[in-house]
């Protein structure tokens, strides 16, 4: 396993049983660190305590032309609280969440505080499991129905984070989301601020950095991964990424629309913890996910979104979900690079 990958190797056999309730939380932050993020910025960082994790946005990793206001990048914090959280469930710990517990500080987005042991169930043992096997799939999916009742399950756990999944089977409502999207993808392109952004986080395959995102996790073989970069930061591809999408969209049995009543962050750090829940549980049936955020990200494209799906609130995250081939693990940091020092 590469250097850059070998997180993923993270062996639950090592959960340090008879150590500190200190070394139990930082063998959870090896769990965190596999959350999904926007670009694989990885824009998180902990401050261990006795018996306590705090979890920080690294805003020194925002995307500033894609996600302006850091709305992605709290969303993927959320992600990372998400992992946690399942994680200490399944070795046992119970952990309480407050979040933004120091007034005036958004930097400071949740404290997690261990306050006892709790038995595992079974329950608690697919979501685990499902960690190390999650990976965004942009490749195509098979054509498979996804049974109405686990796509119930996605909606139970958006409405137990207080906020909605809007699943869209509807032919026509999908249409009109892929032309969105196509729109989103042109418009991505003739930006040149965001092609420059983009291209600073797509690395070729044989890369050994640990974070953003290597040629393969878009399909590119080890060769034309070299000239993704320049691809991506100098050429128009809007036109040939609005067709890549169009048939994945189309190739997909589901799109599902991340929606929240309210569009603060502590609504981004929900939308965090329910994509993550839902991915979990997506990945420990077979099921797989990539994103379509662009009518989401271009401002002008936002509204003409919430009236094709008739919400009232705020769209987040847009997701084609399906059953496909496995794909390879991205890079992550090194636990030791995202604890702050002192602590
Ligand atoms: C909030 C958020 C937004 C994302 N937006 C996109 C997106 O618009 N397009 C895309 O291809 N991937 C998107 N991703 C996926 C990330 O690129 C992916 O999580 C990251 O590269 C790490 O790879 P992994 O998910 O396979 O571990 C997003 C992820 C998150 C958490």
Known sequence: MKNNLIAWDIAETDFPSQGSIKDK??????????????????????????????????????????????????????????????????????LDVKYFPVDGDMDLLAELSYTGETERTELDEKPFGAIVKRHTNRLPFAEQEIDGLILQKFETIASEEKVTLKVVYNEEIKEEIIKLIEKGDRLQAQNKSFCRELAQWVHPNRSN????????????????????????????????????????????????????????????IAVGVALERLLLTAASEGIAASYLNQPVEVPELKEQLKNILKINGYPQLIMRLGYGKEVKPTPRRNIEDVILKDS
């Open 209 to 268: 950095t640990s974070d953003g995102i290597p040629g393969y996790a878009f399909g590119m073989g080890d060769l034309i991964s070299y000239t993704g970069p320049f691809f991506i930061g100098n050429l128009d591809w809007g036109n040939i990424q609005a067709g890549r999408d169009r048939n994945l969209v189309v190739g997909s049995p589901v799109l599902g629309v991340f929606e929240s009543n309210d569009d603060k962050p502590e609504d981004w």
């Open 25 to 94: 939380l930082k063998f959870l932050i090896g769990y965190a660190i596999l959350a999904p993020s926007g670009h694989n910025t990885q824009p998180w960082l902990f401050k261990l305590s006795e018996y306590s994790i705090r979890i920080f946005a690294d805003r020194t990793r925002a995307l500033p032309v894609i996600d302006p206001d850091d709305r992605e990048l709290i969303i993927s914090c959320g992600a990372a609280l998400c992992n946690i959280l399942v994680s200490s469930k399944y070795f046992g710990m119970n």
